[in-house]
């Protein structure tokens, strides 16, 4: 089954499969859902320029979409990946190969000042 660079986008990145169901996959994982070889996984994020190498180097909140995608229902998740995807399809045109920007404050992850150690925000 031919998958296109959006699906590959949120079952990757995002942990979300074709139903809008997240766990967490690891490459290994992913290709086994899908029902092809690691190897072919790779060839398909590189082509679609959603491969680690690439999203290294758009800046681009991936973290941050990857924990939204975790508390979505199947009903919602079409529009987070819809949203996620156009977001880094934006992100993608501004490409920086000189820059890499996945750094994560995962302290203050939406970006928002709530880093101090007595923002109580985490299981810390």
């Keep these: 089954m031919q998958q296109t660079p959006k699906a590959l ?6 942990g979300l499969d074709a139903g809008g169901v997240y766990a967490f996959r690891n490459m290994a994982q992913c290709a086994r859902h ?5 190897q072919r996984l790779q060839a398909l994020l590189a082509a679609a320029h ?10 681009f909140a991936l973290s941050k979409w990857h924990a ?7 009903e919602t998740a079409a529009a987070l990946i819809n949203e ?6 934006e992100a993608l045109a501004r490409i920086d190969t000189t ?10 992850l939406w970006g928002d000042g ?4 007595d923002d109580n925000r985490g299981n810390r």
Excluded: K, M, R
């Design 34 to 38: 899908l029902q092809i070889e690691t």
């Design 50 to 59: 959603i491969d680690a190498d690439t999203v290294g180097h758009v800046d």
């Design 99 to 108: 820059q890499f920007f996945h750094s994560v404050n995962y302290d203050d």
């Design 68 to 74: 939204q995608a975790q508390f979505v229902t199947p």
């Design 9 to 14: 986008f949120a079952l990757y990145h995002l």
């Design 84 to 89: 996620a995807w156009n977001g880094y399809q």
């Design 114 to 117: 709530w880093d101090s150690d």
